[in-house]
């Protein structure tokens, strides 16, 4: 997979994408699938062999000649690390091609103290994670940052407006001498939840990921859409309504902070936690069911104009505070996708699967995706 031509990465990462989704093939199955020569397959097959990916699997039926040989995808030939560095939690997981988990190590973040402090704490989760005798078998490190990240300043990210830029993925790589990639947080979960989650065989999707703040990812035609300057996903600063109050951003109202502001403010003397909000809800408390109310339709009025713009066919609402809201969030999504959307399929709403460790997956599956091509995509 060291290849350096192109066109060869691309093809033998098509190659390995069939033998993912299929499981077991014959090169000659391949070769009609992809559209390549036999040969060109033959070889490709080989340095799969070669490189861990693959393994041989014995003999297919013999069609009127020599029985063919079969190879099969071998998800734990190599491995992935994935770095999530949130506001409050980071995480580090060492997973196989499958983005299954094998190792995993967390603390709480530093990622708001200062550059060094990042930078120190993400070698530290890394090493925790890195096994020596399986040091040569690493694909590389994916990173998921609570932060922008910008074409402009080189993939560098800023937690801060006043830090300077921290060019965080050069200095793993080179620490590390393997190939990285870093993304926003809820673009690194969208891609997880894409590739090895609730969106898996989709090839539009939107990704809503509810946790201190919102953010979101959009898969369209199979690829992460990443705007200009790669600043798309900045959802939580969509302008949403709220009874009495002028449109104020989804953060305020969705993420776990806005959600326990709007529910002190209605409880002078306590204080609430997002959690403690939707369990007395589902209990029947009236004030937590007004605010939980409120946040249900401003999150459905938000994620009902994405979709009327990017037209997905599926939406996953994902995070800790998707998780803690449950069917309070989701339904009210669900029940405003299906009255007011006219034109075209109205969407699933479905929650994400990757559970805690969503963004340290998702920050795997951004090396992960440029391993092996979807067959989606093709």
């Not at 925790?128 to 993939?155: H, T």
């Not at 989709?202 to 992460?224: H, K, P, T």
């Not at 009495?244 to 003397?269: F, K, M, Q, S």
């Amino acid at each position: 997979m060291s290849e350096p031509n192109p066109v060869r990465a691309r093809n033998t990462a098509v190659v390995l994408g069939l033998l993912r989704a299929h499981r077991t093939m014959s090169r000659t199955e391949l070769a009609r699938r992809c559209g390549l020569s036999l040969p060109t397959v033959m070889e490709i097959v080989e340095q799969l062999l070669a490189d861990g990916y693959v393994r041989a699997a014995g003999s297919g039926p013999a069609t009127g000649g020599r029985p063919s040989r079969l190879y099969e995808f071998d998800p734990s030939g190599r491995f992935a690390i994935g770095v999530s560095l949130g506001t409050h939690t980071a995480s580090a997981v060492l997973t196989d091609l499958d983005a299954a988990v094998v190792d995993e190590a967390s603390e709480p973040s530093e990622l708001l103290v200062g550059p060094d402090a990042t930078v120190a704490q993400t070698r530290r989760l890394i090493d925790r994670v890195l096994p020596a005798p399986r040091r040569d078998r690493i694909q590389g490190i994916g990173l998921g940052v609570a932060a922008l990240v910008l074409d402009s300043e080189d993939r560098a990210l800023r937690p801060h407006a006043d830090w300077p830029a921290v060019p965080l993925r050069s200095l793993i790589a080179q620490h590390y001498g393997l190939g990285a990639e870093i993304e926003n947080y809820a673009k690194a979960v969208s891609v997880g939840e894409h590739r090895f989650g609730a969106g898996r065989g989709r090839r539009n999707m939107l990704c809503v990921v509810l946790q201190d703040g919102v953010g979101a990812g959009l898969i369209s035609d199979g690829e992460l859409y990443r705007g200009d300057d790669g600043a798309a996903g900045r959802f939580g600063a969509t302008l949403v309504h709220l009874p009495g109050r002028p449109r104020v951003p989804l953060d305020e109202v969705a993420g776990a902070a806005g959600i326990e502001a709007l529910a002190n403010a209605r409880t002078p003397g306590r204080k609430w936690r997002a959690a403690e909000v939707f369990a007395a809800a589902e209990a029947g408390d009236p004030t937590a069911r007004a605010v939980v109310g409120e946040v249900g339709a401003a999150l459905a009025e938000a994620v009902y104009n994405a979709v009327v713009l990017a037209a997905p066919d599926l939406v996953v609402l994902s995070g800790n505070v998707a998780s803690a809201g449950g069917a309070l969030l989701a339904d009210p999504v669900r029940d405003l996708l299906t009255r007011a959307h006219t034109r075209g399929r109205t969407p699933s709403v479905v929650p994400g699967t990757l559970g805690e460790q969503a963004g340290a997956i998702g920050a795997a599956a951004l090396l992960l995706q440029n391993t092996f091509v979807d067959p989606v995509v093709l």
